[in-house]
């Protein structure tokens, strides 16, 4: 009888063990890793099943893509620094754009990093592929309040990179790469008062390292697109676009 208890309660152990060991989860670790690069040429044939089973998207597509808002007088790059026409055209229509809208206040400047526009802006006839090309991340507007002390450390961010978007205001570059008489409006910026300004979710969020800008005094999100602001205002253009260089960045003497 003893005999029999013991291997009950031995078999039962056993049953109650495997239970545990069954349901513990697995933990693997990686060992061999391989990676292969396949290049896409023009010596891969095309699928014809594919392309005609896409075909239908894709002409309803350029024919979205293809459709003229507008007509450029000049061709915009961004070639040169610490300015250049393509920056200084989309941080002059932000500024533009925001202040027309009568749901906000006004915004002071136009900030961004030159490394959110992909493409130039052609002479001549312009379309939302144009734009789309330009900005092809679905960038949100966002409005910030940031106190003077900040925005320094905003033109000392371009003043690094070389060049970047920016409207509304005017500062010096340094030979170490320092922003220095900074102006908003032509005055001279306050560190102690805040200031208004327009700028991307991806920059407004910390991106490029601009994580300060977590702790604005105050974030508005717009739920507008970059690139539909950009159309938007081509399509009010009367007149071809243009850009100019003035004095709003300057290198140091």
């Given at each position: ?47 014809k ?109 371009l ?26 409006n ?12 327009i ?10 390292n ?8 105050k ?35």
């Amino acid at each position: 009888m003893k005999n029999n208890v013991l291997k009950f309660s031995f078999f039962w152990s056993f049953i109650f063990l495997l239970g545990v060991v069954s349901c513990t989860p697995k933990l693997y670790q990686t060992t061999q890793k391989q990676h292969l690069q396949v290049k896409i040429t023009d010596s891969i044939p095309e699928d014809k099943e594919i392309v005609a089973m896409i075909a239908p998207y894709k002409k309803s597509l350029d024919e979205k893509m293809n459709v003229e808002i507008g007509q450029s007088a000049m061709e915009m790059t961004k070639e040169g620094a610490p300015q250049n026409l393509l920056c200084n055209f989309v941080a002059d229509l932000l500024l533009s754009e925001i202040n027309e809208y009568k749901d906000y206040q006004k915004v002071d400047i136009a900030f961004g990093s030159s490394g959110g526009l992909r493409n130039n802006i052609p002479k001549g006839k312009i379309t939302v592929r144009h734009i789309y090309e330009l900005m092809p991340f679905d960038n949100e507007i966002v409005l910030l309040t940031l106190y003077g002390y900040d925005i320094i450390k905003l033109t000392d961010f371009l003043a690094t990179k070389g060049t970047g978007i920016f409207a509304g205001g005017s500062f010096v570059i340094t030979k170490d790469k320092k922003s220095v008489q900074v102006k908003i409006n032509g005055v001279p910026i306050d560190e102690n008062r805040t200031y208004r300004v327009i700028t991307s979710d991806y920059i407004a969020n910390g991106g490029d390292n601009l994580k300060f800008l977590l702790q604005a005094v105050k974030r508005e999100n717009t739920g507008i697109l970059f690139r539909d602001m950009i159309i938007n205002y081509i399509k009010k253009q009367k007149e071809p676009l243009s850009a100019r260089l003035d004095d709003r960045m300057t290198k140091e003497k």
